[in-house]
């Protein structure tokens, strides 16, 4: 179950993730796309267990991304995408001969 709360100052994403430790999942900024990833394979006996997940979200352009950052409490993951005023790209005016 995944829960996404919008601020003024942040987005919070808010991943449930019961039985899983933080050491377990990956979360990863990559070409302005935030993915969070875990798998785990276990073998006891003649019996297999495997347990995965991955999501992926493109980031909007207000999201500082040096900035971001992950925890891990009761089985809940949360990740912290602070906001930005984006900077307006210069308009330059051109005069036409």
């Known amino acids: 179950k995944v829960h996404i709360d919008k601020a003024d100052n942040a987005y919070d994403v808010s991943i ?8 377990e999942v990956d979360v990863t900024v990559k070409d ?21 997940f991955e999501k992926s979200w493109t980031l909007p352009k207000d999201i500082d991304v ?3 950052s992950a925890s891990y409490e009761s089985g809940v993951f949360n990740v912290n995408l602070p906001r930005v005023q984006p900077v307006e790209p210069e308009v330059k005016k051109i005069k036409v001969k």
């Open 32 to 52: 302005n796309v935030l993915t969070v990833a875990h798998e785990q394979k276990k073998e006891e006996g003649d019996k297999h267990f495997c347990s995965s």
């Open 16 to 23: 449930a993730a019961p039985g899983i430790s933080k050491n």
């Open 66 to 68: 040096e900035n971001i």
